[in-house]
């Protein structure tokens, strides 16, 4: 069910973004369509993927939408050339044809254009040609394009016109506003969370913006159920947290401690090497083609592995022997250190077996690089004679 406690917007583009030719007004998409999701923001609380004229990866996008704990990723458009609404949706998700249809229609006649359909379009492989819904699909967010009609049809009277799209999205939420989302809004901004006037949880707590903790304390290592209540498994998480950083270890979380999570977590984002949304590791909760390809490493090294895509009990299993047989630290996440060491070893595994032969003799057989094959080379005696052949 789309509603505004499960929808993340995406303003599309840039600042400046698309400026449409043969308009009175300079009519910029990336700017109005920031605006409008500004609006939308203000208007229903939901959260959006940028709060200013920035670009963002596709990948951030997703993880924005993840963290939000949205189903929903709606990215605001308009279109050029064509006149009309249109709205795309991810070939491996035809249900969403509801939800976008009834976007784009109401759009539509609130603004009094015409209503073009809700389309799929597949690249060569057979996915989504646009990333705004491959890379959601693959970490389990349904992405939606809507071009809210055409550059030329929103460049004048563009904030009426702006109104009558946030008009077509209360009807679609059906009314219903959202008052605990902002949060999420001062988050990005700030750093800090808008915490309940109080200032603090406790176990009495259940709210939104716990899910969003639990889910930022998860990213951190623990592995809490999002399910935004404050139970003993959290208020142990946060204990521990508090008691690792120092800080006052009353289970309460406050200004203090949530300032700490973000910083936490930002860091962990920021120093992570693997392209997964926001983290930088892969824990249980993951899916998709970067698992297949720790899998596929994990395989290759001898572990007994499907190779499924999915971070299961199996594939945490090897991982944590991988780490306790490489002195990482043990703690099934493939992280940062260990995916480098996983690469380290897959290397050294393609590396070709190959003879050496030196003055007709062959002294053995050895898994070494060019760079080593030329180093061994200029070393020897010249008077020696080498021979180094790759062994099949
Ligand atoms: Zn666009």
């Known amino acids: 069910m789309f509603s505004v406690n499960?929808?993340?917007?995406?303003?599309?583009?840039?600042?400046?973004?698309?400026?449409?030719?043969?308009?009175?007004?300079?009519?910029?998409?990336?700017?109005n369509m920031l605006l409008l999701g500004l609006a939308l923001n203000k208007e229903f609380g939901s959260p959006l993927t940028r709060y200013n004229g920035k670009d963002v990866s596709f990948p951030n996008r997703t993880a924005m939408a993840k963290k939000n704990g949205s189903?929903?990723?709606?990215?605001?458009?308009?279109?050029?050339?064509?006149?009309?609404?249109?709205?795309?949706?991810?070939?491996?998700?035809?249900?969403?044809?509801?939800?976008?249809?009834?976007?784009?229609?109401?759009?539509?006649?609130?603004?009094?254009?015409?209503?073009?359909?809700?389309?799929?379009?597949?690249?060569?492989?057979?996915?989504?040609?646009?990333?705004?819904?491959?890379?959601?699909?693959?970490?389990?967010?349904?992405?939606?394009?809507?071009?809210?009609?055409?550059?030329?049809?929103?460049?004048?009277?563009?904030?009426?016109?702006?109104?009558?799209?946030?008009?077509?999205?209360?009807?679609?939420?059906?009314?219903?506003?959202?008052?605990?989302?902002?949060?999420?809004?001062?988050?990005?901004?700030?750093?800090?969370?808008?915490?309940?006037?109080?200032?603090?949880?406790?176990?009495?707590?259940?709210?939104?913006?716990?899910?969003?903790?639990?889910?930022?304390?998860?990213?951190?290592?623990y592995e809490l159920e999002i399910d935004g209540n404050f139970g003993p498994n959290t208020l142990e998480a946060v204990k521990e947290f508090q008691e690792f950083y120092d800080l006052e270890v009353d289970g309460y979380v406050g200004p203090n401690t949530v300032e700490k999570i973000g910083e936490v977590v930002e860091a962990l984002e920021k120093n992570g090497i693997i392209d997964l949304p926001g983290k930088g590791y892969f824990t249980t909760k993951d899916e998709g083609y970067e698992v297949k390809l720790i899998q596929q490493?994990?395989?290759?090294?001898?572990?007994?592995?499907?190779?499924?895509?999915?971070?299961?009990?199996?594939?945490?299993?090897?991982?944590?022997?991988?780490?306790?047989?490489?002195?990482?630290?043990v703690d099934g996440y493939a992280g940062k250190e260990t995916v480098r060491a996983l690469n380290n070893i897959i290397k050294e595994i393609n590396i070709p077996t190959r003879r050496v032969i030196i003055n007709g003799e062959q002294i053995g057989a050895f898994k070494v690089t060019d760079n080593i094959v030329e180093q061994v080379k200029e070393n020897l005696d010249k008077a020696d004679k080498i021979e180094i052949e790759k062994v099949e």
């Not at 929808?7 to 400046?16: C, E, K, L, R």
């Not at 819904?133 to 563009?158: A, K, L, M």
């Not at 592995?305 to 990482?328: H, P």
């Open 6 to 31: 499960n929808t993340t917007f995406d303003p599309g583009h840039y600042a400046g973004a698309n400026i449409a030719p043969r308009c009175s007004n300079r009519y910029s998409e990336g700017d």
């Open 297 to 329: 490493t994990l395989k290759e090294i001898g572990f007994k592995l499907v190779v499924d895509g999915i971070y299961g009990s199996e594939t945490r299993g090897a991982i944590k022997l991988f780490q306790a047989k490489y002195g990482l630290k």
């Open 71 to 221: 189903k929903y990723l709606v990215s605001l458009h308009t279109n050029y050339p064509t006149d009309g609404v249109i709205c795309f949706i991810s070939v491996s998700r035809p249900e969403d044809k509801i939800v976008a249809e009834k976007i784009g229609k109401t759009v539509a006649n609130k603004l009094g254009i015409q209503f073009r359909g809700v389309r799929t379009r597949k690249n060569s492989y057979g996915t989504d040609y646009y990333g705004m819904i491959r890379i959601p699909q693959r970490y389990g967010i349904h992405g939606i394009i809507v071009e809210h009609g055409s550059h030329r049809e929103h460049c004048s009277n563009t904030d009426e016109k702006r109104r009558l799209i946030i008009e077509a999205y209360r009807e679609v939420f059906e009314g219903k506003t959202s008052t605990k989302d902002n949060g999420i809004k001062e988050k990005y901004n700030n750093g800090i969370i808008d915490l309940p006037a109080k200032g603090y949880w406790t176990i009495a707590d259940n709210d939104r913006e716990i899910s969003f903790m639990q889910e930022e304390l998860n990213i951190i290592g």
